[in-house]
């Protein structure tokens, strides 16, 4: 919302009704999509750049808004016609080199409060169902820009997934060559990076561990000395009967 605040100051002083704030919205969706604006009306003026801003006079027909709009891969140009019916806006959208056309109507009292016309933080409502009807209704159906698609499709690479419940590997700093082999220092601790492969580390959750795991009793306490690499007795998890020789420790 940080953008459409600061596109909402730029454009107030044009914004008079209810109709003028729902533009100004359906405008900064259209943005954040992969599109900017070339201007206000059907034709082409002279010397037109894109830009995210809303153009001059974009606002001067409260009955039907015309704008055009570039993707940033010059693939696409759509015009935008924002036809107002009583209470309810008709968003007519043309590919102009497809001719193909899509339209959505939204209730203006939906999404935006008139009495808070002068304050952006309590202008607009309900923005996140806004942006799915622009999305399904506009966007999808005349097809992502490239260049959007490209972002997205490079974000989820840096996203990869894993199963429900698991936590990404933990890899030794670069930074510091010593934590290399930490983790057969304390296997059943928490460092990272040893070279000891437990199956009950590959990014499950698992519960604790207690390495008195097989004995009569708890560890006596000093049985292990601080940073002794200490062999766990029997299997774990399991408890057998009987006696078992005193714990050992290799420095």
């Known amino acids: 919302m940080a953008g459409l605040e600061v596109l909402y100051c730029s454009a107030r002083a044009g914004i008079s009704c209810p109709q003028d ?32 801003l809303l153009p001059a006079g974009w606002e001067a027909n409260k009955e039907v808004y015309t704008l055009r709009y570039k993707s940033t891969d010059d693939a696409r140009e759509l015009l935008l016609k924002a036809i107002v019916v009583e209470d309810s806006m008709i968003l007519n959208v043309m590919d102009r080199a497809s001719q193909k056309v899509t339209d959505v109507t939204l209730a203006v009292a939906d999404y935006i409060n008139p009495e808070h016309l002068n304050d952006f933080h309590k202008v607009y409502k309900n923005m996140e169902e806004l942006r799915t009807r622009i999305v399904s209704g506009i966007i999808a159906p005349l097809g992502v820009p490239t260049e959007k698609a490209k972002k997205e499709s490079q974000a989820e690479k840096k996203d990869p997934d894993y199963p429900a419940g698991a936590r990404a590997p933990s890899w030794p700093s670069p930074l510091n060559p010593f934590a290399v082999g930490g983790q057969d220092l304390d296997p059943l601790g928490g460092r990272s990076g040893g070279m000891i492969v437990d199956p009950l580390r590959s990014g499950f959750p698992q519960p604790g561990i207690d390495p008195s795991t097989g004995l009569p009793s708890g560890l006596p306490p000093g049985a292990v000395p601080p940073g002794a690499r200490f062999d ?17 420790s290799r420095l």
Request: contains cysteine.
């Open 232 to 248: 766990p007795f029997g299997p774990l998890g399991a408890g057998r009967a009987g006696s078992r020789p005193p714990p050992t």
């Open 21 to 52: 704030a729902l533009v100004c919205g359906i405008h900064w969706e259209l943005i954040q999509h992969g599109y900017r604006c070339l201007g206000a009306g059907e034709q082409p003026g002279p010397e037109e750049r894109k830009s995210e």
